[in-house]
């Protein structure tokens, strides 16, 4: 993965998601809907930049926004294919939210060994791997992305009560749909 391809997913993340948030409808009567809110230092964690250097999110956007940061310096890091496996899964956040491909998600009262302490998760399988893009709460029903991640074999959460998604709705200026 090259820098171009770093600064087009940063612009893309900046302009599609970035102080957005929308409402997620769900069938589920103790959270019937919750709100995701982005902001650009997700992408931090999201493409797992914490997994070769210890910087901040912060110093990671700027990278990202000028266009410096350069994979090809961590070829050698053990984590690297982590990275990169993540990067070349961002698409699965605009499938989710923007062409609403998915129409469920897994609430934490259905997950076990959660070491993440995801609160919601979205996954995808194709073949012999899956996508995971986890979401935290923050408060009330407020939620942050937190993880995107990609496992081999079948998706842990493939045997797990799905929530049906009833809608997603674009909140103010950052209309989608």
Request: charge should be positive.
């Amino acid at each position: 993965m090259n820098n171009v391809d770093l600064k087009k997913l940063y612009d893309d993340y900046k302009n599609n998601f970035h102080n957005n948030s929308c409402k997620v409808e769900i069938n589920y009567k103790k959270l019937s809907e919750f709100v995701v809110k982005f902001n650009i230092l997700d992408l931090h964690h999201l493409f797992g930049i914490h997994k070769l250097e210890k910087i901040s999110a912060s110093k990671t956007i700027k990278l990202l926004e000028n266009n410096a940061l350069d994979l090809i310096k961590y070829r050698n890091y053990k984590k690297i294919n982590e990275v990169v496996d993540r990067i070349n899964n961002y698409n699965f956040i605009s499938e989710i939210f923007i062409d609403k491909k998915y129409n469920y998600c897994v609430l934490d009262k259905d997950l076990n060994k959660n070491t993440m302490n995801l609160s919601i998760v979205f996954y995808k399988e194709d073949k012999d791997k899956y996508v995971v893009f986890g979401l935290r709460k923050i408060y009330n029903n407020v939620f942050v992305p937190t993880t995107l991640y990609e496992g081999r074999g079948t998706a842990v959460y493939k045997g797990r009560r799905q929530t049906t998604i009833n809608n997603i709705k674009w909140l103010g200026d950052g209309q989608k749909s």
